[in-house]
């Protein structure tokens, strides 16, 4: 009876016995103790975990408003730009078109030579 007392262990002698963790009652509370520190562990990852999802969602409301401020802008920036653009492809344009009638005017009256200064009433240059 005193071997199985011995295995199963006397709260008693705790604190002399070298081998009370091998016995029944040393081993369940090294496994209580071991799942209690698991269990705090746990615990501390779910408070990590839910102050991440609280930060994720500050971040998800930031980048919508974000995202409202971007549309925004680009609108703005479109309203502004658009008329700017529209006049400088009408320039460009108007440019061209007049770089194009000099150059005819130019070629023609090298082809037309001294009828075509008497023509425009200009002097030849």
């Given at each position: 009876?005193n071997?199985?007392?011995?295995?199963?262990?006397?709260?008693?002698d705790?604190?002399?016995?070298?081998?009370?963790?091998?016995?029944?009652?040393?081993?369940?509370?090294?496994t209580?103790s071991?799942?209690v520190a698991l269990?705090?562990?746990?615990?501390e990852?779910?408070?990590?975990?839910?102050?991440?999802?609280?930060?994720a969602?500050?971040?998800?409301?930031a980048?919508?408003?974000?995202?409202t401020?971007?549309?925004?802008?680009l609108?703005?920036?479109?309203?502004?730009?658009a008329?700017?653009a529209?006049?400088?492809i009408?320039a460009?344009n108007?440019l061209?078109?007049?770089?194009?009638?000099?150059?005819?005017?130019?070629l023609?009256?090298e082809?037309?030579g001294?009828?075509?200064?008497?023509?425009?009433g200009?002097?030849?240059?």
């Amino acid at each position: 009876m005193n071997a199985r007392l011995a295995a199963v262990g006397i709260e008693a002698d705790k604190a002399s016995n070298s081998g009370w963790s091998s016995t029944t009652i040393g081993a369940a509370e090294a496994t209580q103790s071991a799942k209690v520190a698991l269990a705090t562990a746990a615990n501390e990852e779910l408070k990590a975990a839910t102050r991440w999802e609280v930060i994720a969602g500050e971040e998800v409301t930031a980048a919508g408003e974000d995202l409202t401020r971007a549309r925004a802008l680009l609108e703005d920036l479109t309203e502004a730009i658009a008329p700017l653009a529209r006049a400088e492809i009408t320039a460009r344009n108007a440019l061209t078109a007049a770089v194009e009638a000099d150059a005819a005017r130019a070629l023609a009256a090298e082809e037309l030579g001294t009828d075509y200064v008497a023509a425009v009433g200009a002097t030849p240059e």
